[in-house]
């Protein structure tokens, strides 16, 4: 009997929501089944589908010791429906409902805003999937292989859990949201993937650690406002995603640092002070400092589309309906309402930035993204202890928030990575002393020659300092079957 902490495994789709015990959704799932599993053959990891993968499942709900490793042929992977265990007496944390029991059932009055935010959610997984498909080809070490895969079958699972909610909980909608999901395709010119960031490629794996980092950032403060929510399923599901989530954040961290580490300490052998002397950095092949920092201004610059606008009704809605909360609002001391509160809105108006108090419950897309640069800034304080330590003069930054955007506020104009504005001839100008160019990207793709050998790694990235699952320096994450 499933105890919600417990997970079965006795039927195709392993879950910790009693499945066995809802022939409709369990049906329902297991005709969608099939379609998961052409399109992960069709836009999987290309060319790694046979290979053995040391990779983590899911046994369990408990954050003490939900997940173990073997080795896994990525298709025969247990996607699972797992729910973090359900909270006797939840209420409604915030919002007009505050304090009423959390639904168990979705309310009518919100199920198309509902369905909207599951369906987004749920399509930006297989897209990071489809956007990170050729990268096995190229991967430094089987360590980051390794990493690569288990990001992209925990995104799957991710998607799973979305279609779960679409299924149970919403009807002949749900099932042709469902149908979309693994319909649309990232990049695609007439069916592309629902966001932005998710349509761009990510062609490197300086491109990826970068993706893993902030963008998946970017999922850590969704899923953790839509973890607040009080339609308690969506709130258990997104609460146990999380628990996954960290380590593709790590992947990103650790994957920029390491990239760092490696330039600076082939800069130091070579004598090399001036970071800005690329050609003679590049001549040792490694990445510079000023390309790093270009491809943080590209990937953080598109991530801060996927907050959607500063001031937005949606925002509002969701939030005063109960629905979408703000990061860590369980643990915000005020009254949860923000009917009267205000909130500074930074503006573009007439050529000038202006900060302006807005109503707060029409900001709280910005205020989340606010939360997320905060979190961004730690990594990036990481990454410059490295390069200090190493005695070279250089800090890498985050650009201005005007920098690049496509969406909100600042989405009509240009500007400098300072948020200097510039007119279009300017930027045309400059773009490409900013943003990745196309000698960049010939000279990162020249890296990316795959190393394959058991402990072994890519000469323009440094060894991680521990292995997964504490394994040793030589230990063959994937046992590569072509
Ligand atoms: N691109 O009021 P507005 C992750 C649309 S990442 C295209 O400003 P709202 C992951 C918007 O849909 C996290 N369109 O926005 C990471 C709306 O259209 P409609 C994913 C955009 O609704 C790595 C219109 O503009 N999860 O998990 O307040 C690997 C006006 O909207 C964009 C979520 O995002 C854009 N960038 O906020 C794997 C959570 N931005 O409805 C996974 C769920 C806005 O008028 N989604 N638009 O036709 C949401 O909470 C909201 O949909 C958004 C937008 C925050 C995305």
């Not at 990493?147 to 279609?163: S, T």
């Not at 009917?339 to 108090?357: I, K, M, S, W």
């Not at 910005?366 to 905060?374: A, E, G, H, P």
Request: glycine share 8%; proline share 5%.
């Amino acid at each position: 009997m499933p105890d919600g902490i417990n997970i079965d495994y006795d039927g195709l789709i392993p879950n910790n929501v009693d499945l066995a015990g809802d022939a409709r959704v369990r049906k329902a799932l297991e005709t969608w089944h099939p379609g998961y599993i052409d399109w992960w053959k069709d836009m999987g990891p290309e060319g790694f589908q046979e290979s053995l993968v040391y990779l983590r499942t899911a046994i369990g709900v408990d954050p003490k010791g939900w997940a173990k490793f073997d080795y896994v042929k990525m298709p025969d992977y247990k996607w699972g429906i797992l729910l973090a265990p359900k909270v006797e007496g939840r209420t409604i944390p915030f919002g007009k409902h505050k304090g009423e029991p959390a639904w168990q059932e979705v309310p009518g009055e919100y199920r198309a805003m509902l369905r909207r935010l599951i369906t987004v959610q749920g399509d930006t997984e297989p897209a990071s999937v489809e956007q990170q498909r050729h990268l096995g080809a190229t991967a430094p070490s089987l360590y980051d292989l390794r990493n690569l895969f288990q990001v992209n079958v925990e995104e799957g699972r991710h998607l799973w859990a979305m279609v779960y909610l679409l299924h149970k909980y919403f009807g002949n909608d749900g099932r042709e949201e469902a149908e979309e999901l693994l319909a649309r395709r990232s990049g695609h010119q007439d069916t592309p993937r629902m966001l932005g960031a998710f349509n761009e490629a990510t062609p490197d794996w300086l491109s990826f650690f970068m993706f893993t980092f902030f963008t998946d950032r970017d999922g850590k403060m969704q899923l953790e406002a839509l973890a607040q929510s009080g339609f308690d399923p969506l709130s258990r599901t997104c609460r146990f995603m999380l628990t996954e989530e960290a380590h593709h954040m790590f992947v990103g961290d650790s994957g920029v640092q390491r990239v760092v580490e490696r330039t600076v300490e082939a800069m130091r052998d070579a004598d090399i002070t001036d970071p800005h002397d690329i050609a003679a950095i590049r001549a040792l092949g490694v990445i510079d400092l000023p390309t790093i920092q270009k491809k943080i201004n590209l990937h953080f610059s598109l991530t801060l589309d996927l907050f959607g606008n500063e001031i937005s009704t949606n925002a509002a809605n969701a939030f005063n309906a109960g629905i979408k909360g703000r990061y860590r609002e369980d643990k915000l001391e005020d009254d949860h309402a923000l009917l009267d509160a205000t909130y500074p809105v930074l503006r573009h108006v007439n050529g000038q930035f202006v900060t302006e108090e807005v109503p707060a419950l029409s900001a709280l897309n910005l205020r989340l993204r606010n939360d997320y640069v905060q979190d961004c800034i730690s990594g990036v304080t990481r990454w410059n202890r490295v390069i200090e330590k190493a005695g070279i003069g250089f800090k890498l930054a985050l650009p201005h928030v005007a920098f690049n955007r496509a969406i909100g506020e600042f989405a009509g104009i240009h500007t400098d990575i300072d948020g200097n504005i510039l007119d279009e001839a300017v930027w045309q100008a400059a773009r490409d002393g900013m943003l990745p160019n196309d000698d960049d990207a010939a000279y990162i793709t020249s890296l990316m020659v795959p190393v394959t050998e058991n402990g072994k790694f890519a000469g323009w990235i440094a060894p991680p300092k521990m292995g997964i699952d504490n394994k040793p320096g030589d230990f063959e994450y994937v046992q590569i079957v072509a």
